[in-house]
């Protein structure tokens, strides 16, 4: 950071040219050009980056959100399992009292489904999850990146405006 502020301060004790000539000392050049495009760059591409990062937080925060209502109607759905659950054992206690053995197997099915019911709802709220963070981290990527190349080419345009 210290080249960055030395960079900008060497500019302001540049004597004026009476004429106009191309610098070719390479070591001299680039750490101006390079310091100015990061200053611009910095400058300018902080506020997007927050603002493009707090709506992404915003939408993030909101598929939470979604997610957690989708676990608590997959708990509320166990509840009622468990419930349905509870009756078909006490049918089982009469059946098993009459001999019959079909409704284990049903409760054992049952159960089944609701854990595997439940397995999938969390399978896919952690997919969901990680796929919409993972895209969020690329739009932004793209976006800082083509804002850097486009504020890099305008830095550019106008000094070669200028000159």
Known sequence: MKNVTDSFVSLGHWPSAGSFGFNT???ATNPINLSVVLGVL?????????????????????????????RRGAIEQLERARAL???????????????YSEIEREKVNLINAACDSLERLENYKNETLHFEQQRAINRVRQRIFQQALQRALGTLNSCLNSE
């Open 25 to 27: 000392d390479i070591l």
């Open 42 to 70: 910095i400058y300018f591409g902080k506020g997007v980056l927050n603002d493009l990062l707090d709506n992404r937080k915003q939408r993030i925060l909101s598929t939470i959100r979604n997610s957690e209502e989708l």
């Open 85 to 99: 659950l509870r009756k078909v054992e006490i049918e089982a206690d009469e059946y098993r009292m009459n001999g």
